[in-house]
């Protein structure tokens, strides 16, 4: 069946995937080789391998650019955001499987809707609302939004999940005494392990690349998450390309590892769910 | 009533309430950090405020007035933001489709790399993605002017993001960049969808390659292809931080977008009311864009 012709065209598509590719990566690795470079080598050369490993880029970024801050505090933040947003839409969203009690419905496309419509400006509100609660600039007010917004989509896949649970799981946890609250706690939430793993992924990828909120919300340099850092950062060392470089591969490594442990679940997460609605 | 309808009637509120505390947290926390500032973004609009001072003048419909007929930077910056969605529609989707199609159907090896590959960049923050380019594209010290120089083809080389000629199209193929990723594994999962006897029938039918195409791929990627349109839209006319980075708006207003002129108007100008009437123009014409090519892909399939 595979004549040659076959594999030559295949020769050629391949090719073409591979510029693509090429394409791609570029500034990736650009970004990773310059941060090794010197200042000297990276307006000298075009080589994508440094001369010597500048790793003082690093540590100059880590400490002096207060990119270990940064980073402590995007782990906490990430940390925060995802427990809060597990417990509070697992509990939703099995309320929401479980029970078709007086608004459920209206309830749940509520949350559905928000997902749907764009209010591109509500962070101006959102900011005046945190200032009255005295939250503004501290890190309480900056994870609350998170989990919020992680809310609809975690709930929405979790409810999913739920409904796929047998009934008859759920009527023998009755018949052994367990209350609503305990069937949730010891039956249905470890049963969710995978589905909460897709929601943790991308929860964590939203909360560590967001900016729009960090840039409002957080002023103290003590409490920037790390995108946040990364644009203070860039405004002092504006032509400093291979300090500037390090400083954006510490805040994408994270990102880099957990895509490549993670890319199976994350595209089929990806691919399942958008299709789904 | 007997006993056990009693039980069963107490049983049943007892659950109920069960299932109202465990929604409460949701629904709490949505109500005041999601509904609240969406409502207030409307109630605002109608308002000039610095939000500082603890009074308000009320204007009624002045800040829309104005930003409607009278804002031309305003209009720029929508203006703008639509070239980007119809750029990003038209090229980064029919690159994501033609990549989707060769590696959904044309290649039996190597898939897995492709798709891990060409999702790279959605993953990466925008801010991260806007700092490497704006120094590939720097005019002095980027990679690009220097590699068209070592070629012998310094005659193309120009200041990229500063030079209105260009710096538009530049930020619109980053955020291209970024973005085909995301329609590509959309049409993969779409393909993936397709049976495989549909083509065999239409092959059966003395179908060519693109007969096959156009006959089979296409009608049944439609629903992939809706949630596309939508997400291109949506994603491209609320750039945000890939702008902020590369250019800020400039040179002048020739890279301005919405999302960072309603930022500029209330965090830098400190005009809120006016700021918030931006963001429900841009909601409503958001919202409106998505009914409409809803309506319109519904009409045709």
């Known amino acids: 069946m595979t004549s040659k012709k076959f594999s030559i065209s295949g020769l050629f598509i391949h090719g073409f995937l591979l510029s693509v590719v090429a394409v791609n990566l570029f500034p990736v690795l650009w970004m990773i080789s310059s941060s090794l470079k010197t200042q000297d080598e990276v307006f000298g050369s075009a080589s ?43 509990m939703a969203a099995y309320a929401f499987a479980q029970a078709n009690f007086k608004g459920s419905k209206v309830l749940f496309y509520f949350f559905v809707a928000s997902m749907m419509i764009p209010i591109p400006g509500a962070f101006i509100p959102l900011y005046v609302l945190l200032i009255k609660l ?47 609250f305990g069937t949730y706690w010891h039956i249905y939430l470890p049963l969710a392990k995978p589905a909460i793993m897709v929601v943790c992924i991308f929860t964590a990828l939203n909360v560590w690349n967001e900016v729009l909120l960090a840039l409002v919300i957080i002023n103290d340099q003590n409490l920037m998450p790390i995108q946040r850092g990364v644009l ?22 994270p990102i880099l590892t957990l895509y490549f442990l993670f890319q199976r679940h994350i595209i089929k997460g990806l691919s399942e769910g958008a299709l789904k609605e | 009533m007997t006993w056990p309808g009693v039980k069963r009637g107490f049983h049943k509120l007892y659950l109920t309430r069960a299932y109202y505390f465990l929604i409460a947290p949701a ?8 509904f609240y500032p969406f409502v207030q973004t409307f109630i605002l609009s109608f308002y000039t405020w610095d939000g500082i001072s603890p009074h308000k003048e009320f204007v009624f419909f002045r800040n829309y007035v104005d930003i409607l007929f009278k804002n031309a930077i305003w209009w720029r910056s929508v203006f703008n933001a639509v070239i980007i969605a119809g750029i990003a529609l038209v090229f980064q989707n029919s690159l994501a489709l033609l990549l989707a199609v060769l590696v959904g159907q044309r290649i039996r090896r190597f898939k897995g790399f492709y798709r ?15 700092i490497i380019w704006r120094w590939i594209l720097d005019s002095n010290f980027g990679i690009l002017n220097r590699g068209l120089e070592l070629m012998h083809m310094g005659q193309f080389a120009r200041a990229w993001l500063s030079s209105p000629a ?21 049409f993969l999962a779409g393909l993936q969808g397709i049976p495989n006897s549909f083509y065999e029938a239409a092959e059966i039918d003395g179908a060519n390659e693109f007969q096959k195409f156009k006959i089979v791929t296409v009608p049944l990627l439609a629903s992939a292809t809706k949630i596309i349109v939508i997400l291109t ?47 429900a123009v841009l909601g409503i014409i958001l919202a409106s864009l998505s009914f409409l090519q809803y309506k319109i892909i519904r009409k045709k399939t």
């Open chain 1, 48 to 90: 994508m391998i440094p001369k010597s490993f500048q790793w003082s880029n690093y540590i100059y970024a880590w400490t002096n650019g207060n990119f270990q801050t940064y980073f402590a505090n995007s782990l906490l933040y990430t940390a925060a955001t995802l427990l809060g947003v597990i417990l509070i839409s697992s």
């Open chain 1, 134 to 180: 005295d939250l503004a600039n501290t890190r309480l007010g900056l994870i609350i939004p998170y989990i919020n917004s992680g809310l609809a989509l975690s709930i929405f896949i979790l409810k999913g999940f739920f409904e796929g649970v047998p009934k008859e799981i759920h009527e023998a946890a009755t018949i052994d005494g367990c209350g609503t």
């Open chain 1, 232 to 253: 203070e950062f860039q405004g002092q060392h504006f032509t400093n390309y291979p300090l500037l470089m390090a400083a954006l591969t510490i805040s994408t490594l």
């Open chain 2, 27 to 34: 629904v709490l926390i949505y109500l005041v950090i999601g």
């Open chain 2, 116 to 130: 891990v590959m060409f999702y790279l960049p959605p993953m990466l923050s925008v801010i991260v993605v806007g």
């Open chain 2, 166 to 186: 260009t710096a538009l199209g530049c930020v619109t193929l980053v955020i291209c960049w970024q973005g085909f990723g995301n329609a590509f594994l959309l």
């Open chain 2, 233 to 279: 839209i949506l994603g491209t006319m609320q750039a945000f931080g890939t702008v902020l980075v590369m250019t800020s708006g400039g040179p002048g207003y020739h890279t301005e977008v919405p999302v960072l002129r309603i930022y500029k108007e209330a965090f830098e100008s400190y005009r809120f009311g006016y700021a918030t009437a931006m963001s």
